[in-house]
């Protein structure tokens, strides 16, 4: 499958990422009227869209700033730099528990995005104003990260192997803590340990481990 580099193309028949797309089955499809409407409120604040990884994203001077998302189950729009967000109205969601950027506003029907819309919109603005400022999200130590249980069993059976994930730079460290974090069950958890082991050992980070695959 091709993502999607069209806005029409994107309304119509979704984002391209999956094998629903041009099916009534797409989130895209399923969440129409929502999507439009989230759409228009975005454009009411944003000169700047466009479409990158196949959905409506809305840019500063080209600095990404939102974007809209649909998933199965609800749809929204997605904060690049979320955790500068104030939050005053409580609405913000993290995308998981150990998520450094993103911010989501999510909704599941037309009526609560009607309901909500001047809240929506004065995300936004705050959005574009934090990205006007230059605002930066400071990165979180390593020593943030929980070390989930299944990673500490492996660290006691091979000092070895705590040693080599010790010595990854500390933005690799948070790219494995995140990915092991993010998995629900401890039996998958303990699986994506045993599969990037052997990339932990030679110093390889889990966002390049497919180049050596």
């Not at 466009?50 to 749809?75: H, Q």
């Not at 909704?107 to 400022?133: D, P």
């Not at 990037?196 to 889990?206: D, L, R, S």
């Amino acid at each position: 499958m091709k993502m999607t580099k069209s806005i029409d193309v994107f309304l119509t028949d979704g984002c391209g990422r999956c094998s629903k797309f041009a099916t009534d089955a797409c989130s895209v499809r399923i969440f129409a009227a929502e999507i439009e409407a989230l759409r228009g409120i975005a454009l009411s604040v944003f000169e700047e869209e466009s479409i990158k990884w196949g959905t409506p994203c809305y840019s500063y001077k080209g600095k990404n700033v939102a974007a809209l998302f649909s998933f199965k189950d609800n749809c929204g729009i997605s904060f690049f730099k979320g955790p500068l967000l104030a939050d005053t109205h409580q609405m913000l969601v993290a995308p998981s528990e150990t998520a450094q950027t993103f911010r989501l506003l999510r909704f599941r029907n037309l009526k609560q995005i009607l309901e909500k819309q001047e809240e929506i919109r004065s995300y936004l603005f705050e959005a574009l104003e934090v990205e006007k400022a230059g605002l930066k999200l400071q990165p979180r130590p390593v020593s943030e990260f929980p070390v989930p249980e299944e990673l500490q069993v492996q660290f006691k059976a091979s000092p070895a192997f705590e040693a080599a994930f010790r010595a990854l730079t500390p933005g690799r460290q948070k790219n494995y803590l995140r990915h092991f974090n993010d998995a629900k069950q401890s039996s998958t958890r303990t699986a994506r340990i045993e599969k990037y082991k052997p990339f932990i050992f030679k110093g390889i980070g889990q966002d390049e481990a497919w180049k050596f695959s």
